[in-house]
């Protein structure tokens, strides 16, 4: 019984040891393990990030930042610009945007490092992997007004935290409609 309880502790101590070796930013291992990109780790906070700049995002509850000086290109493949998205404080999405003149250069990056695509859309203008935990979208070029093709975009994301991300919007669209509805009826049931 003795020899049962001292195991018992010593896997307690164990367990414990394990969650404490866990960096100060939530991931486990060292800077390139389980990276998702350029050795950030879903979950990372701004402070992973050297000498960002904040950029207009219209998306409740993200905040969105590009780095100064950071290397745009993918491979041997130039990027239009990079951003970094973060809720809660947390890094939870990394968009990259590129010329729809390199489509198929990514989409072949793509293919040969995470394989054949886990679903496409019947025009095939989108593609999507989810190796690890992470959502990965490569979109053919969104057009402008003129009806031009002018940018694509991989979209990288956490798929828990986009989750909570998405189940924290939808409680908060909620709960801006009873504000509505409270100040449309005075705080009373309009019957």
């Known amino acids: 019984m003795r020899f049962r309880n001292v195991c018992s502790v010593m896997f307690l101590v164990l367990v ?13 291992g060292g800077p390139e393990e389980n990276a998702v990109f350029r050795g950030l780790h879903w ?3 701004l402070a992973a990030l050297d000498e ?5 995002h219209d998306e409740l509850g993200v905040a969105a930042f590009i780095k100064r000086g950071d290397r745009l290109e993918l491979g041997p493949v130039p990027l239009d610009s ?15 945007r590129f010329s729809h003149d390199h489509f198929d250069d990514i989409l072949d990056l793509f293919l040969t490092r995470y394989g054949r695509e886990k679903e496409t859309n019947f025009l095939n203008t ?7 935990g992470t959502g990965i979208t490569l979109m053919w070029p969104v057009f402008d007004d003129s009806g031009e093709p002018y940018i694509s975009k991989v979209v990288f994301e956490s798929l828990s935290r986009g989750a909570a991300l998405r189940q924290w919007q939808n409680e908060e669209i909620l709960l801006q ?7 449309k009826t005075g705080g009373a049931y309009d019957w």
């Open 126 to 132: 989108q593609y999507y992997w989810d190796p690890q």
């Open 43 to 45: 979950g990372d906070s």
């Open 177 to 183: 409609k009873e504000r509505d509805a409270t100040e």
């Open 52 to 56: 960002v700049i904040r950029v207009e």
């Open 82 to 96: 990079i951003t970094y998205q973060f809720f809660n404080e947390e890094l939870f999405r990394i968009t990259l």
């Open 16 to 28: 414990f040891c394990s969650a404490v070796s866990a960096n100060e930013n939530g991931h486990e």
